[in-house]
């Protein structure tokens, strides 16, 4: 576990209420719409997408609030079909996911949110997962960085 401050980052959002089983197929319908969409508008990408979730729930069913983000650099007006907005800087304790998505929670958040308590941390509500290298939901090569902002 890394203690750390992020930096402010502007980022293509879409804000969706969903439950963690819907959040895939999200993502593969909202993800290239996007990246669609800051190319005709003339967007350069910035950074690996980030998933921004707040109140991430401890089971299946409670839908909570997540913004799919797409780090953009915004040089001219933008008029498109999703809002820009900055990622505020926050403290977090950040942690790394190597794998498949299926033990992204057992081996990636378990371990992170084990150290967070036993460190005497309260988390803000606010998670970050930031994909800084993804090969496809079943792949050993993503590389999942997760954030879980502290007060």
């Not at 593969?28 to 967007?43: I, K, Q, T, V, Y």
């Not at 081996?107 to 994909?131: K, M």
């Amino acid at each position: 576990m890394e203690i750390k401050m992020t930096n402010p980052i502007t980022v293509l959002s879409a804000e969706r209420m969903l439950t963690l089983p819907e959040v895939a197929s999200a993502s593969a319908e909202l993800c290239p719409a996007m990246a669609r969409d800051a190319e005709r508008h003339g967007l350069t990408v910035d950074g690996p997408w980030i998933f921004v979730s707040h109140g991430l729930p401890k089971d299946s069913r409670t839908a909570f609030r997540i913004a799919f983000c797409l780090p953009v650099s915004v040089a001219a007006p933008y008029d498109g079909a999703y809002a820009v907005k900055t990622l505020e800087p926050m403290v977090c304790a950040s942690g790394r996911h190597e794998g498949p998505l299926p033990t992204l929670f057992s081996d990636g958040y378990g371990p992170l949110l084990r150290a967070i308590e036993d460190a005497g941390h309260a988390l803000s509500g606010e998670s970050r997962e930031i994909y800084h290298r993804w090969q496809g939901p079943d792949s050993a090569g993503n590389r999942i960085e997760i954030q879980f902002g502290l007060r």
